[in-house]
C-alpha cells in the first residue's frame, strides 16, 4: 500500500470486501447489483478460483435452478492451477446438475468441434480414452467429454505425426539443440510438403510460414529455437520473457544510468567509454590505466591521467570532454525522471537511430523505446530517481526475471511463431508441431517440508532438532500424493489444450536416450478398460512418457514389439524413429 502497488489478486479480494459484510454474507452494494444485472454470463468457468466463485454467488439472483447465472466452459482445458484455478468447482457442479437436473441448474453439452479435422479429433480421442480418467485426471473421459467432428474439410488422410529422436545416435552433445534442428526441419517439411485448405472455397492453397505454431510448456528452448531459424533463413518469432536485458541496446543505456548513478562501478565505466556514444581506444583506456595501476577505482585513474603532464593532449581533451558531460548528466539526473533522463541520451548520441540502422533494427528500435515506456511505468509508482530504478532492474535480473523483447509483429505478419501452451489457449493454427514434451514434470514443489492443498490445508514433516533430521509425516505423503495427482491431471489437461490447437495437421518431437529407450516404449500395462496403469500415470516423467506409451500401443499403428491394445478408435497416426548416421561422405538422418 505505501508503494501504491496493487495486482489482480488484491482487486479480487477487495471487491469481495465490497460486495460482503462481516459474516460473508452479500452486502448493500452486493444486492443492488442483484437487481441491476438481468443476467450473468461467465465463460472460461473451468478457470474460477474460489474468490472468484464468490464474487459472483454474492451478485447473482435465485437458486440453482431458476437462477440467472449462465456458466460456459471446457474441464478437460483448465490449465491455471497456478493461479488458485479449481476445476473442482466446475466438476462438481455438472456431477450435481446431471443428477438433479430438476432440483439445481441445467447441463447442455456443447460436444462438437468445428474447428480441426477428423484425424486430429480422433487422434485427441484415442489419447485421452487410455489416459484421463476421475483417478488421474479428475475427470472421466467418456463419450460425453470426447471430441466429435462437426466441420467440413475434404476427406484426406492427414496422420498425427511423431517423430522420436534418439540421442545417442547423434555427434551433437546438446539434445535441445538436437530438437530445435529437428523443428526447423519439420517446418520446412510444412512449407515445402503441405497445404491449406479453405472451406469457403472449397480449395487448396499453399502452407505459409504463419500457418504454423510452435507449442512447448516453457521458453526454454527458445534461444536455441531462434538461432536455428535464423540459420535457415525462415521468419521466426517468439514473444519470451528473456534476452531483453541482454541485447547490446538496452546493456548500453543500463550501463549509462548506472555510471552517472555511481561512476566508481570500473565494468560499466569502462564500458560505456568504449561504446558508440564515447568510442575510447583499447589502447587509450589501458594507457589510462598505467599512468596510475595502484588506483582502485578506474575514475580515480582517469582524474590521474589528467593531472599528468606528459598524458597525450588528444587523450585529455577527450576525457575532459568524457566527464564534464558525464557531470552535467549528474546534475540533470537530480531535477528530472528517469524517463526524461533516458530520452535525452537517446537524442544527444542519435542512438535510436544508430541501432536502427543495424541489423535487426526495427527490434532495436522498439527495445529502446521499451525501456523509455518501463521508466515511464516506474515513476507513476511510489518510487523515484535513478538509483531506485537501477535497484528496480538489478532486483529482476538476480531473480531471473526479464521483460522479454519487445513486440515487431502483427497478428497477421507471416512468421513462424513460437508460444507456451497457457498463451495458445484459444487460438488455432492449421499446422502445430508440439514439442518440448520430453523435458520433465517440475515436482519441486511436492519435495518441500510445507506441502500446501487448497482444499485440505497444510501438511508438514517431522523436525527431530536433536539429531537435525526431517522424517514425512503420515500427513505430509498423503499430501504429497494428491498434489502429485492434481499435478498429472493439470499436465493432462495441457496436453488437451496443445493437441486442439491443430486445425489440419498435429506434429510431436520427443526424445529417448538410445535404442535400449525405442525398445521399452509401449511395454506398459493397460486395465481391463485399456486404460494405462493408474501408478505409472502419476509417476509419469514427462509428457512423452504419457503420450508415447499410448501411441506406440496401437493396435494398427503402434510399434511391433510394444503390447498393443485390443482394440482400435479410428486412430491414424505415424511414429518415426529418427537416428543421425555417419557415412563416409557426409551425415544422414535415418527414419523408421
Not at 270 to 277: E, F, P, Q
Request: net charge negative.
Amino acid at each position: 500500500q505505501n508503494k501504491r502497488i496493487i495486482d489482480f489478486s488484491d482487486y479480487e479480494h477487495l471487491a469481495l470486501d465490497i460486495l460482503t459484510d462481516d459474516e460473508g454474507k452479500p452486502s448493500e452494494i452486493a444486492l443492488q447489483y442483484r437487481d441491476y444485472f438481468d443476467e450473468i454470463l461467465v465463460d472460461e468457468y473451468q478457470d474460477t478460483n474460489r474468490v472468484q466463485e464468490a464474487i459472483i454467488s454474492s451478485i447473482k439472483r435465485g437458486e440453482e435452478f431458476n437462477g440467472n447465472l449462465f456458466m460456459v466452459g471446457d474441464v478437460k482445458q483448465s490449465i491455471y492451477k497456478f493461479r488458485q484455478a479449481e476445476p473442482e468447482l466446475f466438476i462438481e457442479k455438472y456431477k450435481r446438475f446431471k443428477q438433479f437436473e430438476n432440483e439445481s441448474g441445467k447441463v447442455i453439452d456443447l460436444s462438437k468441434n468445428f474447428r480441426s479435422r477428423r484425424e486430429v479429433l480422433n487422434n485427441t480421442n484415442y489419447i485421452f480414452s487410455h489416459m484421463m480418467d476421475e483417478v488421474v485426471g479428475e475427470i472421466e473421459y467418456n463419450d460425453e467429454a470426447k471430441l466429435y467432428y462437426g466441420a467440413d474439410y475434404d476427406e484426406q488422410d492427414t496422420p498425427l505425426e511423431m517423430d522420436i529422436l534418439v540421442q545417442d545416435s547423434f555427434e551433437e552433445e546438446d539434445n535441445n539443440l538436437i530438437e530445435a534442428k529437428c523443428i526447423v526441419d519439420k517446418v520446412q517439411y510444412i512449407l515445402d510438403h503441405k497445404r491449406v485448405y479453405d472451406r469457403k472455397t472449397k480449395s487448396y492453397r499453399p502452407a505459409t510460414f504463419k500457418d504454423i505454431v510452435i507449442l512447448e510448456r516453457s521458453y526454454s528452448n527458445a534461444m536455441h529455437l531462434q538461432q536455428q531459424f535464423k540459420d535457415a533463413n525462415i521468419p521466426f518469432y517468439v514473444e519470451s520473457k528473456k534476452g531483453y536485458f541482454e541485447q547490446n541496446e538496452i546493456r548500453l543505456m543500463l550501463s549509462f544510468l548506472r555510471v552517472i548513478d555511481n561512476p566508481l562501478q570500473d565494468k560499466y565505466l569502462v564500458g560505456l567509454m568504449r561504446s558508440i556514444a564515447f568510442q575510447f581506444k583499447e589502447d587509450e583506456l589501458a594507457e589510462i590505466r598505467n599512468k596510475a595501476p595502484q588506483e582502485i577505482y578506474y575514475l580515480n585513474s582517469i582524474y590521474k591521467y589528467l593531472a599528468d603532464h606528459e598524458a597525450n593532449t588528444e587523450l585529455v581533451e577527450k576525457l575532459n570532454q568524457f566527464i564534464n558531460q558525464l557531470k552535467d548528466y549528474q546534475a540533470y539526473s537530480k531535477s528530472v525522471p528517469v524517463w526524461q533522463l533516458l530520452d535525452k541520451l537517446y537524442n544527444d548520441y542519435y542512438l535510436v537511430s544508430y541501432f536502427s540502422g543495424l541489423t535487426g533494427g526495427v527490434q532495436r528500435r522498439q527495445n529502446l523505446y521499451g525501456l523509455l515506456n518501463k521508466a515511464i511505468q516506474f515513476e507513476a509508482s511510489s518510487l523515484r530517481g535513478i538509483f531506485q530504478f537501477i535497484r528496480f532492474i538489478d532486483e529482476l535480473i538476480e531473480r531471473g526475471q526479464d521483460f522479454g523483447q519487445e513486440s515487431v509483429i502483427g497478428p497477421n505478419d507471416d512468421v513462424v511463431r513460437m508460444m507456451t501452451i497457457h498463451s495458445s489457449k484459444g487460438l488455432e493454427f492449421p499446422f502445430v508441431i508440439y514439442s518440448g514434451i520430453t523435458r520433465e514434470f517440475n515436482r519441486a514443489d511436492l519435495r518441500n517440508h510445507v506441502i500446501l492443498n487448497n482444499r485440505y490445508g497444510m501438511a508438514l514433516s517431522y523436525f527431530n532438532l536433536d539429531k537435525e533430521l526431517t522424517y514425512p509425516t503420515l500427513s505430509s505423503i498423503i499430501f504429497k500424493n494428491i498434489n502429485e495427482t492434481e499435478m498429472i491431471s493439470e499436465e493432462m489437461r495441457l496436453i488437451y489444450v496443445a493437441l486442439t490447437r491443430a486445425k489440419e495437421g498435429l506434429y510431436l518431437v520427443g526424445r529417448v536416450k538410445n535404442d535400449k529407450a525405442v525398445e521399452n516404449l509401449g511395454l506398459v500395462n493397460a486395465d481391463k478398460y485399456e486404460m494405462i496403469d493408474s501408478e505409472f500415470r502419476v509417476k509419469a516423467k514427462s509428457a512423452f512418457e504419457l503420450i508415447s506409451t499410448i501411441l506406440t500401443k496401437s493396435k494398427t499403428h503402434g510399434l511391433s514389439h510394444a503390447i498393443p491394445f485390443n482394440s482400435a478408435q479410428n486412430e491414424s497416426l505415424n511414429i518415426n524413429i529418427i537416428r543421425e548416421e555417419e557415412t563416409s561422405e557426409e551425415k544422414d538422418i535415418s527414419y523408421e
